[in-house]
């Protein structure tokens, strides 16, 4: 059974693709038809028994821009950065280091509990747990032997 699937394929699978995400959707090759370009964030998924713990490398990120979003079973993690104010006195000349916008989607099935996902970001990591539902969660218990 899965229980949380990343561009359609059970989390689990996801080493597979990682070339075609690379080459089609990583750093920024994608475009979602507007004047943003997304990035594609690399994204760590850990299964415990009661939970899914999604970690998201941020880094130099503000909180504040960061959104969440649960709707008809699809988690979405967004960034879009604020404009800044130019400043004329200098210029850049290179720039290595901006996250302008991302968005990750995960689909999440009915076992697990859309309702108390939780979020934090520290240390350039967003911490997302997606905690699964009692009955979802692996049961294990000791047999005797007779």
């Not at 997304?38 to 909180?63: C, M, Q, Y």
């Not at 006195?89 to 697990?112: G, M, Q």
Request: no cysteine.
């Amino acid at each position: 059974m899965t229980l949380l699937k990343v561009n359609g394929a059970p989390a689990k699978k996801q080493i597979g693709s990682f070339f075609d995400d690379w080459f089609n959707e990583f750093a920024g090759w994608g475009n979602d038809g507007g004047t943003a370009q997304w990035t594609r964030v690399p994204v760590n998924i850990h299964e415990a028994n009661d939970a899914f713990h999604l970690e998201v490398s941020a880094p130099g990120l503000k909180k504040e821009d960061i959104k969440l979003n649960v709707e008809n079973g699809l988690l979405t993690i967004s960034y879009e950065k604020k404009e800044e104010a130019k400043n004329d006195d200098y210029k850049t000349v290179r720039r290595e280091f901006s996250y302008h916008a991302f968005k990750r989607s995960f689909t999440l099935s009915d076992k697990v509990n859309a309702d108390d996902i939780q979020a934090k970001y520290e240390d350039g990591v967003l911490k997302v747990l997606v905690p699964k539902k009692p009955e979802a969660q692996a049961v294990s218990k000791q047999i005797s032997v007779l």
